[in-house]
């Protein structure tokens, strides 16, 4: 299977933009900080929104953000990189982004109680499409999440759709 065929049962999510729009007309994140719009000069940010890389020079906000699912101690909250402005987000939820697919990933697994139920480290996008149906096929798994590996910031959830 390639990054971009369509995977009929997974779902792939970015940050709700419900919850953007709430954090972008508060003026600060779920911590506190001043959002402050700044170019990203060469680009490559995985944006949170729309899932894929910042442009050279386009508008991006580093927030605080906690990803839904997680619970306890595994409910972490760190910084991610979102458009400054409302954008159109990620149009194909049923398929990896494939802004993203070229990037190693930790595939991590969350169970319905918000715990860690297991953890992979993925080489590119088509190797964490056959992770997540791994996880995603236990009994004990709710959602996935995937993260940066070099910084552990999270990317976004997967679910069964």
Do not use: K, W
Request: aromatic share 6%; hydrophobic share 35%; proline share 8%.
């Amino acid at each position: 299977m390639t990054t971009d065929s369509i995977t009929s049962t997974l779902v792939f999510e970015p940050i709700p933009a419900a919850e953007l729009d709430r954090i972008r007309a508060a003026g600060a994140d779920e911590a506190g900080n001043r959002l402050t719009p700044q170019a990203d000069p060469e680009g490559g940010n995985p944006l949170r929104c729309c899932l894929r890389e910042a442009r050279p020079g386009e508008q991006v906000l580093l927030i605080a953000y906690t990803p839904s699912g997680t619970a306890g101690a595994y409910a972490e909250r760190g910084p991610v990189f979102i458009h400054a402005d409302p954008c159109g987000g990620y149009a194909t939820p049923d398929r990896y982004p494939p802004g993203l697919s070229h990037r190693q990933q930790v595939v991590r697994a969350y169970d319905r109680d918000g715990q860690i139920a297991d953890g992979i480290l993925a080489e590119d996008g088509e190797h964490a499409v056959a992770i997540i149906q791994r996880m995603l096929a236990r009994p004990d798994v709710a959602l996935v999440h995937l993260r940066n590996v070099g910084y552990g910031c999270y990317n976004f959830a997967v679910r069964l759709g």
